[in-house]
């Protein structure tokens, strides 16, 4: 591929790639950064989530999603969290406004991946993904249209792509000791996040298994992220998906899942009328 496209751009350059040894990472200190979203309106934010979703499954099998959609969200959700964390872990996000301060939480964590996952704790890290749900639910009223299925298409990625990146992360670094057993079977079918596939991501140049839901698009998403890798393309794949996505989802699916009446039988001729008439 090097003779068809040239020179590529590696992530990082050789100046880049860390060179802390272990004393000098033990001697920083972490600090847990605030969501940007006081708990207690988090609190509600969540309360509202649940409550949308004990609602749709009470609704009845009618209001449920298929099962393809529902099996295409659990991979989809992998692939915006590996677009997501690819663009996040650049280097050149750190100066972007608003965006810089998510990056930094990012690229900490490579330094400390227990103390910001596990001594942070899953909720406070769910109330991390608070304000980009909202970015996501403007982008869908604005951009979809307004229908049941935009709904369950919304619901669908808050809770495998918001809530399950960080319920796969967080357990994919848990001790053994706080890993739920229903968790461990979960991990070893790849619908959470396997703690030994996604420790390869935490070797420096942190280049491949960017996906944090259930690793699953790693194995297709890692030679482009990684090989063919440019900041300015990836920034825009993750723009782009945010912007659309849901919207695009919602009008496939409901192509896909419509079922159009019959149609109407043609009207008889006038002569059969007439003989209907006189006979």
């Not at 590696?10 to 920083?28: G, I, L, M, W, Y």
């Not at 939480?105 to 909202?134: E, N």
């Not at 935009?150 to 994919?172: D, E, I, N, R």
């Amino acid at each position: 591929y090097i003779t068809i496209f040239g020179s590529l751009p590696r992530r990082r350059s050789q100046e880049d790639t860390p060179t802390t040894s272990a004393s000098q990472t033990n001697n920083k200190k972490f600090v847990n950064p605030h969501p940007g979203v006081p708990r207690k309106l988090c609190a509600v934010h969540h309360g509202i989530s649940a409550l949308a979703i004990v609602a749709a499954i009470l609704s009845g099998p009618l209001y449920w999603p298929t099962f393809a959609l529902t099996t295409f969200t659990i991979l989809y959700s992998d692939i915006y969290s590996a677009i997501l964390h690819c663009s996040l872990d650049d280097k050149r996000c750190l100066s972007i406004p608003i965006i810089g301060t998510v990056a930094k939480g990012f690229q900490d964590h490579h330094d400390f991946p227990i103390a910001s996952t596990q001594g942070k704790g899953l909720y406070w890290l769910m109330c991390d993904t608070v304000r980009i749900q909202w970015i996501i639910m403007a982008c869908a009223l604005m951009f979809g249209r307004w229908r049941y299925n935009l709904f369950l298409v919304l619901m669908l990625k808050q809770v495998f792509c918001a809530y399950g990146t960080q319920v796969g992360h967080y357990y994919a670094h848990a001790t053994p000791d706080r890993i739920p057993g229903v968790v461990r079977v979960l991990q070893r079918m790849h619908l959470l996040l396997p703690p030994a596939h996604h420790w390869q991501h935490h070797k420096a140049p942190y280049e491949c298994n960017f996906g944090i839901v259930n690793g699953l698009s790693n194995f297709f998403l890692n030679f482009p992220l990684r090989d063919l890798y440019k900041f300015e393309v990836v920034m825009v794949a993750w723009a782009v998906l945010t912007l659309f996505d849901i919207a695009i989802i919602e009008r496939v699916y409901t192509a896909l899942t419509t079922t159009h009446p019959p149609r109407a039988p043609p009207a008889p001729a006038i002569s059969n009328h007439l003989f209907n008439y006189f006979y």
